[in-house]
Each structure stands twice: as structure tokens, then as C-alpha cells.
């Protein structure tokens, strides 16, 4: 069989994969892979750095790159058929990932040189690579007897499972609800955009009058401007009970199931909880100093969530005779109250962010702040027509990445945004190999009247997103496990979160934010007024954040044995975060995708964490220009090419100077006054 995946490529042979192309050439990689880890074990040289440790970081590359391709596919683009595939491939993969790090040849050989460390006069990198090559095994039972080496492979084979049911789970439940409008009247309140393409759907399913999804681009605008409260009510309801409707798609066991296997394998490897294993890889490092970082937090936003709270409800109360204040208020009356206090209506701004402009303003950020030039081109195999493909060059002209960005929702796209590669940066042999990097979003799709036409929110997710992708696109180290993104968890968003700070300058909105049919620049007074609503309920959403956080600490940070009820386990971690009344009908846990399918357990807590930081370093560009060139590249230079080849706090002081501090992200979001 001819297979593409099988052959030398260096782009993704995207137009030449066909499915049945997938399980061989993953098996055909595992056998390779195999054969060079082989190879290690069984050199019969003194085990050394280079041709123990750089060997084993090298191998398995061509695994790397089709996995990659075949994950990233089923994220994107998946299908009933790609999704069969993973529930495939996915044991295999984790059994071939334990037998390695459950290979005792090849952890002797690593234990000789981690032993010999101090002789070996290695550099940082170095160094770093052997600590964490080390500890990979440890912490994955190198030291285990082996019938507990065997439970931990049978925990790891239903850990993946159970997580891509969990996320099948969720995508059906997405993809099965609809609400079918077919009176005008239900629409009222919602923009035409919205309306139409409202109207597209349906037509396009064959249906009379207007389709509303759980989609986001469906789902935000109705919650927030549709003024029937039964429908919003019944759409919230849909959304909040995904994975808890006791049907065949139900995720109430698996979240058990994942808990307490988690907890299993963090006791058998001998810590006191899942949040301890994971934490001790993290700059924040204990469940306790997770906690009261969190409670920190709470502290100082909840005064301020309260009297939010109180603001929207008098305000529902006067509009509309609101009595009790619901969820599916939320939205609503928030963009309403926030319309009347600054009049800014996501309507009104939309039109200053056509996507085209946007992207060409985030690369003219990446321009002026790191030197870089984005070159559309046509030539690059695409999985999707609606995938755009650049070239990215540095000032000397020297290639830099290739990136991928696809933007639009589709029946095969899971929900959300998210930044990932089809190939990683690293040298060997003195050769530099580039990434290609990805941006995958669901952002507003064009209509056959107005083109794609983004809220202020999607605008910052396109720049988040971007600034994943410049630490991967900037990546400048030798080992391909400490390349780019490959850095600690609670440190990992900071390069995203930073590159939100430019769409409120003045400064950046100058260079792209041109009305899409006037041209005309946005006008001044909604810059301002961007900038003062920036903080508007900042309280309540760091309620929120934090409320998610610690739910996250509640099933990871403790013995989860005795959980026999999902729900009211959940409410119980929401006690002192919860503004609004709790509806039974709804679960976060359920669908809470981030830490019971991603990689976020134990971890969510590492977007405030991150906050901090971006707002510290944020706060260092705006003292010296938010184009400052010399701050930019030291940014670029401790930061961004250093990926994880030190720990998160040395390259940050490097950088910054100091340790970072609380104060910015509280300042930033008016919590207190400077
Ligand atoms: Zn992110």
C-alpha cells in the first residue's frame, strides 16, 4: 500500500492521507521508535549523556510527527471514522509510551549517567534534559516492584479511554441539541448577524426559520442579547447539562472513574494525592500553595463580585422586574448593564475587526516587537480549504515556522481555541529543524453579506492563541522535549496572556482596527471606552475563575474514594464562589473538558497564576513603550526561544529582573488602586 505517512515528509502530506493510511503508519512508527530506543539499550558502550540521554530525546521522531497529525486531525477535522481510529490507537500509544518508561534496561543506562551528573560538565540544557528525563521515569515507576509496574500500565490504558470518551461524550451532546425557532419574535434582541446565520444553519439542515446551537458563535449571542428569558433558560440548560442527562452520552461515572484511577496512580507512586504528583512539576509546586494563592485571590475579588452582583440585580430589577437573578441572566443584563455604563456594544465594534484586519495586526505586533514577517502562501498541503498557510521570517530573512491557522467553526472541530504543531523546533548534528505551528478557533464565520467580523473577545483569543504560537514559531533550543511550548504547566500561558495586553493600546488598535467597509480608523473615544469597560465585573469573573480552580483542587487534592455523587460534590466545592442560585439540571464536572480530557487537572488554577505574571511583565513593557525593542527581545531571548530548558522562575527574574508580584494583575483590574 502506497502510504504517504510512511514516506519522508517534511509538511503534512494533508491531501495524500486517507484514513486507513492512519493504523499503519502509527504501528510502523511505534516499530521504528522501538528499534532506536532498542538500540540504547542495548549499546554495549558506556552509557554517556549523548549517547544515552540526546539519543533518547532524537528517537521517535517520525511517531511524533503522524501522531501529531492524526491528533491534531481529530481535533479539527475529525469523523466517525478517525474517532474509531484513536479509541485504535490510543492503548498502543500509551502502552508503547509505558513500555519505555517502564523499561528497566533503559533506566539503568539513565540512572548511570544521572549518577555521574556532577562529573559530566554538562551545559543547563543538558542538564535539564537529564533531570527531567530522570524524573519521567521515576515518576512513571522506574522504581517500582513489578506487579505494581503493572497496575500503573493498566490505570494508564483506561485513563486514555476514559478521557476520549469523556471528550466523545461531549462533542455528541454538542453536536445532538438544536433548538429550532420558527416564530421572528423568539429572535427579538439579537443582532442581524446573529439572525443570519441563524437562518443559514437552518437552511443549510433543510429547516424552516432559525437553528441556535451549543457552538459558541450560536450559543454567546443569543445568552447574551436574545430578550426571551424561557429560551435563553432552555438553551443555558442544554449547554450546562452536557454529559448529565443520565442518556448513553452521560459522563457522571467517567469523571468518577478518572478521579479515582488518578488518585491510584499518585498513591502507587508514592504521593499523597494527584495534585501532589502533578504539582511537583510546576513553579507553583504544592496543592497547599495552590490553595492559598487561590484563597488570595478570593479575598481581594470577592468584596467586588458582591457588589457586581448587586449592581446587575438592581439593574434586571429595574429594567425588567427581574426577582431573582438566574444564570441565564448572566449574559444578558451584563451586556445591557455594561452598554449603559459605557455604551459599548460588541456590535459597534465588530466592525473595526474584520478577521483579515486582525490577523494583519497581530503579525504587525509580532513585527515591531520580535522582528517577524508573515508571507501568506498557497503552496502548503492544508487539511481544510478554509486552512490559510504562512512563511514566518526573521529580520535577516531566515526561516523561521511555518504557520497553519484555521478559524472557523465545524461539525468535525471540537469547541474552543487552541494552539498546537504538526512538527517541533530542535537541532541535531547541528542541523536546525523549524516548527510548524497551528492556531485552531471558532471564531464568527463570514455570511454571504458581511465577511467574518469579530467581538472584542475573539479578537483577544486570536491574540492568546498567537502568542502560544510565537513561543512555539520562536523556539531556539537543542532538545526537541524542551522546544517551545514544552515548559511547566503554570507557566505555559504567559506568553499567550501577555499578547492580550496590546489589543487595549491605543498603539496596536492604530495599525489594524479600520472599519471593514468605510476603512476608517476605530474611533478614539471607543479605544477609551474598550479600556475602561476592560475591568467591568472583574470581581465576578475572578470569582469564577476561581470557583473553577478550585473545583479542579477539590477532586485532585483529596482522597476521592468516598465521592459517590458528582453534583453534589461539585456544589460543595462551589460554596463561597457562587453568585448565582445552582440549578440542578446542570454539571460543570460533567463537561469540565479542560481537566477531565486535557491536560489542565490539578492545573486550572494556572490561568490566574499566569495572570499574574503577564500583568508583572506587562507592567515592564508599558513603563518603557509596549514596542520597546530592547525589553521585546529580552523577552524573546529569556522567554520565548528558551522554552524549558530552566526552570520557569530563573528565566522570568532573568528577564524581569525581580520575582514576579500580585500587585500588577490586582491594579489591572481594579481591585485596588495603585
Ligand atoms: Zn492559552
Redesign the pocket.
Known sequence: MNNPLLEPFDQAPFSKIKNEHFHPAITNAIDLAKKEIDAIVYNTDTPTFENTIAALDYSGYQLDRVSSIFFNLNSAETNEAIQKIAQEVSPLLSEFSNDITLNEGLFKKIKSVYEQKDALGLSTEEETLLNKRYKSFSRNGANLPNDKKQRLREIDTQLAKLKLTFGENLLAETNAFEMHLTNQEDLNGLPDGAKEAASQLAKSKNKEGWLITLDYPSYIPFMKYASNRELRKELALAFGSKGFKGNSLDNQENVLAIAKLRHERANLLGYKTHADFVLEERMAEKPEKVISFLNELQEKAKPAAIKEFKQLEDFAKELDGIGQLEKWDNSYYSEKLKQKLFSLDDELLKPYFKLENVIDGVFKVAEKLFGLQFKEVFNVDKYHEEVKTFEVYDEDQNFVSLFYADFHPRSGKRGGAW?TSFKSQFRKNGEEYRPHVSNVCNFTPSTPTKPSLLTFNEVTTLF??FG?GLHGMLADTIYPSLSGTSVYWDF??LP??ILENWCYEKETLELFAKHYDTGELIPMDLIQKIKDSASFQEGMATLRQISFAKLDMAWHSNDPTPITNVKSFEKESFEGTNLFPDTPQTCMSTAFAHIFQGGYSSGYYSYKWAEVLDADAFAYFKEHGIFNKVIAKDFKYHVLSKGGTEKPMILYKRFRGTEPKISALLERGGLITA
Do not use: G, I, L
Open positions: 494552539m492568546h492563541e502560544h505555559v500561558e499567550s496572556q
